[in-house]
């Protein structure tokens, strides 16, 4: 819980740096460039995360793999290597673009179900969501096998489930009591 809340001061600053050079937008693409890149290759975030590479060769290794960033996210891997915190670029990219969708007035909607939505049910819930939310919305779509079929919607705090295996939980409560 410590490195979310260090990540949080650290997209904090970042994104003030970013909005005073009016460059937030394209600092959230290479936040979510970074985020997507170490979260699909596992050798790229075992080698951030090794504690035997020094912090030079991490630096070096993430600008010349994130040569097209822009300065204010090289900047950050400077940043990260003067205070030796590389483990946390992940989490700072995610929160950075949390911050930045916050800031937006954007909210973002978890849709889980058994299968991946197509577009034209993605149409459908973002048509949906609209109703429930006055913010500008993104989805998020989980695949979770064992809800079976249906959908969970959560919009920040707020959830619906009209997940199958929801209701056969339900129908399960009423036929033991």
Request: charged letters at 25%; glycine letters at 4%; hydrophobic letters at 45%.
């Given at each position: 819980?410590?490195?979310?809340?260090?990540?949080?001061?650290?997209?904090?600053?970042?994104?003030?740096?970013?909005?005073?050079?009016?460059?937030?937008?394209?600092?959230?693409?290479?936040?979510?460039?970074?985020?997507?890149?170490?979260?699909?290759?596992?050798?790229?975030?075992?080698?951030?995360?090794?504690?035997?590479?020094?912090?030079?060769?991490?630096?070096?290794?993430?600008?010349?793999?994130?040569?097209?960033?822009?300065?204010?996210?090289?900047?950050?891997?400077?940043?990260?290597?003067?205070?030796?915190?590389?483990?946390?670029?992940?989490?700072?990219?995610?929160?950075?673009?949390?911050?930045?969708?916050?800031?937006?007035?954007?909210?973002?909607?978890?849709?889980?179900?058994?299968?991946?939505?197509?577009a034209a049910l993605e149409t459908k819930v973002l048509a949906k969501?609209?109703?429930?939310?006055?913010?500008?919305?993104?989805?998020?779509?989980?695949?979770?096998?064992?809800?079976?079929?249906?959908?969970?919607?959560?919009?920040?705090?707020?959830?619906?489930?009209?997940?199958?295996?929801?209701?056969?939980?339900?129908?399960?409560?009423?036929?033991?009591?």
């Amino acid at each position: 819980m410590a490195g979310t809340r260090t990540a949080l001061r650290y997209a904090k600053a970042i994104l003030d740096l970013a909005n005073s050079k009016g460059e937030a937008e394209v600092v959230n693409n290479d936040m979510k460039l970074i985020a997507s890149t170490i979260k699909s290759n596992s050798e790229l975030n075992a080698f951030i995360l090794s504690p035997t590479v020094t912090v030079d060769v991490k630096e070096n290794v993430l600008l010349e793999v994130f040569a097209q960033v822009s300065n204010v996210s090289k900047g950050l891997f400077k940043l990260l290597s003067e205070n030796k915190r590389f483990e946390i670029v992940l989490n700072i990219a995610e929160e950075y673009s949390k911050l930045f969708d916050e800031n937006n007035g954007v909210e973002t909607a978890v849709v889980t179900t058994a299968f991946p939505m197509d577009a034209a049910l993605e149409t459908k819930v973002l048509a949906k969501v609209a109703t429930l939310s006055d913010k500008k919305v993104s989805i998020v779509n989980k695949i979770d096998p064992s809800i079976i079929g249906g959908f969970i919607l959560r919009i920040g705090d707020k959830q619906y489930n009209a997940s199958v295996s929801n209701g056969l939980q339900v129908l399960k409560r009423e036929l033991s009591n």
